[in-house]
């Protein structure tokens, strides 16, 4: 990976750190979820990069991203996304999105779609407030203070527990982005967010919808958003959760890839 470039973006008076696969080709973000960071996709990026500029930001409060005291709702990390697109000078990117950044990746694409070529939403937080609620009353962030005093070895360890058929290489990838999480990254998931539908039937941009059969998104809602959205693209993905990249990660990159190409590869000139 040592071809691969750091760096950093100043936007909205923070920093962005970001890896870049680089060359002239169309480029794509992927954002991650909470608790990941840019390096979270290395494996999807590695399958990408012959075809596209993977750019892989650490959403702030994450990775070597700066971390404020606050700003950590869907609308400021959307804002991060779009001065990052701005300060690159980049041509329309395609957007990919996992979780929380599936719904920030969503938010970009309503208010700012002048910016974006196309849209990938891989089990994005759309989810009802009462779940809001349930997932902001949880011990999720009690689990990461505790998680925070552990070490690396510990933490890689306990995501062997808990996933025994993911490689090591990716459990240690997530162990390290899951330690360099602060806690106030967690402010994003204070109720409300952005009303998931409204984004949805505004988006005018060729989008696609990624979904586990044992995720968050179900396919009622899928089906609901195509109503919605004619332009919607959907696909399930069979014996996948809400980490849909990395139950079937094969899978994922032949649908997202599939899905890229037919919206093109080359930069409009």
Request: net charge negative.
């Amino acid at each position: 990976m040592t071809y691969w470039n750091t760096a950093v973006c100043e936007t909205n008076g923070i920093n962005i750190h970001y890896t870049r696969t680089g060359g002239n080709k169309l480029p794509l973000i992927l954002l991650h979820g909470l608790m990941a960071n840019g390096l979270s996709w290395t494996n999807l990026a590695h399958v990408l990069e012959k075809e596209y500029d993977v750019i892989m930001p650490d959403a702030r409060g994450h990775g070597n991203s700066s971390v404020p005291d606050f700003g950590y709702r869907y609308e400021d990390h959307a804002n991060d996304v779009a001065g990052l697109i701005n300060a690159l000078k980049l041509p329309p990117p395609i957007l990919l999105g996992h979780s929380m950044g599936g719904m920030t990746a969503a938010v970009v694409a309503c208010h700012k779609p002048n910016l974006l070529r196309g849209l990938v939403l891989a089990e994005p937080t759309f989810l009802s407030p009462k779940f809001q609620r349930e997932v902001r009353d949880s011990d999720v962030a009690d689990q990461h203070r505790r998680t925070l005093n552990m070490s690396l070895d510990e933490v890689v360890a306990d995501a062997r527990n808990r996933h025994p058929n993911r490689a090591a290489e990716t459990l240690e990838l997530f162990a390290r982005a899951r330690l360099q999480t602060s806690m106030a990254a967690f402010d994003v998931l204070t109720p409300l967010n952005p009303d998931y539908k409204m984004l949805v039937s505004a988006i005018d941009v060729p989008s696609l919808i990624v979904f586990g059969d044992k995720g968050v998104v179900s396919s009622v809602i899928a089906k609901e958003l195509q109503h919605l959205n004619p332009r919607l693209q959907a696909e399930q993905i069979r014996e996948a959760g809400h980490s849909v990249h990395l139950d079937q990660p094969e899978r994922f990159a032949a649908v997202v890839g599939s899905f890229m190409r037919s919206i093109g590869t080359v930069i409009d000139p």
